[in-house]
């Protein structure tokens, strides 16, 4: 069992920076594939960010440039810094920890926590 808690959203304006933080319980954080999703009202959940448990990553198309993901195995926590941000960045940003063990998928999710990009 994996608990995830997000921290680190807020009002920013537009050009603004924020860094979202993912907090993990459990020891073996890092063979974990980490991301970080999603959610503006009234929209679909969408894929934000990927960091594999060898350090690669990948972005959604709209944020790359702007966001970097990174994770700190020792710390057991994942990092979204967010650059450059645009009201339409503005949703509930959720972290997602998932791996898969002999055919089994482990998913877990954090609470969510809101960024808010407006003047």
């Known amino acids: 069992q994996v608990q995830l808690v997000e921290s680190g959203g807020g009002l920013v304006q537009p050009g603004g920076s924020l860094r979202l933080s993912c907090a993990a319980s459990?020891?073996?954080?890092?063979?974990?594939?980490m991301n970080w999703y999603r959610q503006a009202p009234g929209k679909q959940r969408e894929l934000v960010a990927v960091?594999?448990?060898?350090?690669?990553?990948n972005y959604l198309a709209s944020v790359k440039g702007r966001f970097t993901i990174s994770r700190d195995n020792a710390k057991n926590t994942v990092y979204l810094q967010m650059n450059s941000l645009k009201p339409e960045d503005t949703a509930v940003y959720y972290c997602n920890a998932m791996k898969t063990v002999v055919g089994v998928t482990y998913d877990y999710w954090g609470q969510g926590t809101q960024v808010t990009v407006s003047s």
């Open positions: 459990g020891s073996t954080f890092s063979r974990y594939v």
């Open positions: 960091i594999f448990s060898g350090g690669s990553t």
